[in-house]
């Protein structure tokens, strides 16, 4: 029934049927336990059902659903969800709009730079990764997803991340500058910082506003609240999704309220949702980041990275990057490393590739991992790989 009837995404999907998930491991119909080393692709970051988010949820379930589309109503989940995500980013990021998803929070805001600035180009980065629609596949920096849905959207520009030459492309037609604080899908490439000032500063000097995609990297990914923090650079609009429901579906973009304003006329309604901001994820987003918040893990994050650094360690190995507790494992090709992979999961421990880095397994898992559990993690990781690399 799963291959006859829900639509599929690849020939070969993993096809575990999960019946119990609880902190860091899933339990299959056999009622075999697997260690999550990717957390729902960096969306569990405090675990599977943590106890305060249930609780949320079931609290939320009691008073009231869906009731209207997004922004006639006042929602209390969504009101204290967005100050307290507001009271923990800087002053000029003090409006959100929450989105079903990440490549919808994408979508929001490539229309607000373009409402803000009356421009329509837009600058992105090669291997990058926003969402999968149409307007975030525009932006993808890889022509192999793209090809097969031209055409997209006009006036994009793809330059290469990193590379001082990639400022010119940024002219005053330039709506807004997308780019993730670290590139996961590429394999976790973290930014130069000198670089990311300098693209800061040549988004100010031509008027182009800067868009942080912090889908994967926020809620303390890579050892801060936000990715940007470890940069000093600030974006003008960000970017979440992944981990901002605590385990529901939502997305977010972020920016001054009087930017987000322009959205309000000519012509009234200038975005909008239905689900987006719904009541049930919001509560269980607003308690997850509360976990996050009082729980110590965040500060956690840069002590178990390098305990995982100093335990992949094999000739196999070719390279390990990483930016917190997102970490790409390389190993020579997509087919060794798939071996690799398919050999940790029926050890009972669950991870999988980075789209545009295939020969790199990913780890990501709940920032609640211990270090017992990072040893055990690293154990299988060894173990599976062919003893004649």
């Known amino acids: 029934m799963f291959l006859r009837h829900v639509a599929q995404t690849s020939p070969n ?57 997004y922004g006639e109503l006042v929602q209390s989940p969504q009101v204290e969800y967005a100050a307290l995500l507001a009271a923990h980013l800087p002053a000029s990021l003090d409006s959100v709009y929450f989105t079903n998803s990440g490549a919808e929070a994408t979508e929001g805001a490539m229309k607000l730079a373009k409402r803000v600035t009356g421009r329509t180009e837009i600058v992105a980065f090669n291997k990058s990764y926003h969402g999968s629609t149409q307007g975030a596949l525009s932006v993808m920096g890889d022509e192999y997803w793209r090809n097969a849905f031209r055409p997209l959207l006009p006036g994009i520009r793809h330059v290469e991340y990193n590379s001082p030459g990639a400022l010119a492309a940024i002219t005053p037609e330039t709506a807004c500058v997308i780019a993730e604080t670290v590139q996961a899908e590429r394999g976790v490439v973290a930014p130069n910082e000198a670089w990311l000032r300098q693209l800061r500063q040549r988004c100010d000097a031509t008027g182009a506003l800067l868009v942080l995609d912090e889908i994967q990297t926020g809620f303390g990914r890579t050892g801060t609240l936000w990715g940007f923090q470890r940069y000093n650079v600030l974006p003008d609009i960000l970017l979440l999704g992944k981990a901002l429901g605590g385990g529901l579906p939502m997305g977010a973009f972020i920016a001054h309220r009087q930017r987000m304003w322009s959205l309000t006329g000519d012509p009234v309604l200038g975005h909008i949702t239905t689900f987006g901001g719904h009541p049930l994820c919001c509560a269980a987003g607003l308690a997850s980041m509360q976990v996050l918040l009082e729980s110590g893990w965040i500060e956690a994050v840069a002590r178990k990275e390098a305990l995982f650094r100093r335990l992949l360690v094999h000739p196999a190995i070719k390279s390990v990057r990483s930016s917190g507790l997102l970490i790409a494992v390389e190993f020579d090709d997509f087919e060794q490393n798939k071996r690799i992979i398919d050999a940790c999961i029926a050890g009972g421990l669950l991870t999988d590739w980075y789209l545009f880095a295939p020969q790199c397994l990913r780890i990501a898992p709940p920032l609640s991992i211990t270090e017992e559990q990072i040893e055990k993690a ?5 173990s599976s790989i062919p003893a004649h690399l």
């Open 13 to 69: 999907p993993l096809g575990l049927e999960i019946v119990k998930a609880e902190g860091l491991y899933l339990y299959d119909r056999s009622g075999k336990e697997y260690l999550d080393l990717i957390g729902g692709i960096s969306v569990c970051n405090t675990g599977h059902r943590h106890p305060r988010v249930i609780r949320a949820i079931k609290d939320q379930a009691d008073r009231y659903l869906h009731l209207l589309v």
């Open 378 to 382: 690293c154990s299988i990781i060894l």
